[in-house]
């Protein structure tokens, strides 16, 4: 019989998890046990297995018991900023003028350090509120506003991504940064996180139309520097931002170029949007393994465009998930999947229910390259994981009942669950989020 340490429990329920890609592998793509325990300690997965086999050799250890609820890999957040949480939902406008109008005066607020880390620790709240452990997050062009977001996702142990926004044109003067001033704070940020923990650095030029040349040539630099970091930018997200590109960068043939030419591609680079990407573009994404960020919610809100989910699967592009917070419109990636099943709707398309999850876990979890530490419930795995409630409501219940398989019920789910389904939320075999009693 195995022996577990004093602090190793159990945690009981339906479990769910993912091996491969359910659109390619429609065999082995997962697993589901009706009555599985999870072992947990110092922070990992260490067994898991049906209750009938594992219980009998778990009488020494506590089981937390969620047997009427579902459990799966905590969800992950390919692309968000944590600063425009409080801009949320604001009305109206498209991205160059949302982003002068909302988005840069609201930024313009974490110059201040104790606001900085006010709503960097409301933000890490509301993630494991939605059920989502992990997330590539933009912080703001002042270096403090990264700093005391990795301060506040190490004291609770959460495996972030973050940067500081490199920023040396189109903004307000007040919220410019320079060449190599960006440079050397962002090495700086770098050298202090990048593997702190579970902290991991992207280094964060905005977009091509807030850098400078001189500035988008440091991205590059650093990038080359620091070659195990993310880097993460948005990419041909707005018809209006593409003419601002196409204007400025003559010498470039499309958008991508752009950053190419800079040295910005690889498998560790993060593009959100991608939504006006010519052929040329689409094959050289994928020649060098770069990872477009698709964004539902996002790119309904602003109006951006419909990001073409089967398109770009069919030429077996690498493609992650991303809320977007503020232009998203839900912190939840189960509202923010609902949202992406709709752009493929008005597309003609469909994603599938049991993609749609493979996507929240696994899914971004390979595209972040992190699949051996997070994105499963497997043995050696960090235990990230969410509880959730399918009956969370009545209508969610009623519609249940009517519900056959697996697939159907995680349908219901994300369309009807809301933040009430997240019964709980674990990171690194803490419970850190657990739904008030109703
Ligand atoms: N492009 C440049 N900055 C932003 C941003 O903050 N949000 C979105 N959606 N697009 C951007
Ligand atoms: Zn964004």
Known sequence: MTAYSASAFGVRGALLTFYEDPDQFTEQAYRYLEDGVLVIDAGKIISVGPSKELLPTLSAIPIHDYREYLITAGFIDAHCHYPQLQMIASHGKQLLDWLYDYIFPCERQFENTEHASRISEQFLAELVRQGTTSAAVFATVHPQSVEVFFEAAHRLNMRMICGKV????????????????????????????????????????????????????????????????????????????LAAIKQRFTQHCDYLDVYDHFGLLGSRSLFAHGIHLNDRERKRLKQTDSKLVFCPSSNLFLGSGLFNFQGLQAEDLNFAVGTDIGAGTSLSLLATLAEGYKVAQLQGQSISPLKSLYLATLGNARALGLDTKIGMLKPGHEADFVVLDLHANPLLALRQKQAGSLSERLFALMFLGGEHAIKATYVAGKCLYQKPDS
């Open 166 to 241: 490199m920023m040396d044109t189109l903004a307000p003067e007040w919220l410019r940064d320079q060449p190599e001033q960006s440079y050397f704070e962002s090495r700086a940020l770098i050298e202090k996180w990048h593997g702190t923990g579970r902290q991991l650095y992207a280094i964060t030029p905005r977009f091509a139309l807030s850098s400078s040349d001189q500035q988008l040539a440091l991205a590059g630099t650093l990038k080359a520097e620091f070659p195990d970091c993310y880097l993460q930018t948005h990419l041909s997200e707005n018809l209006e931002e």
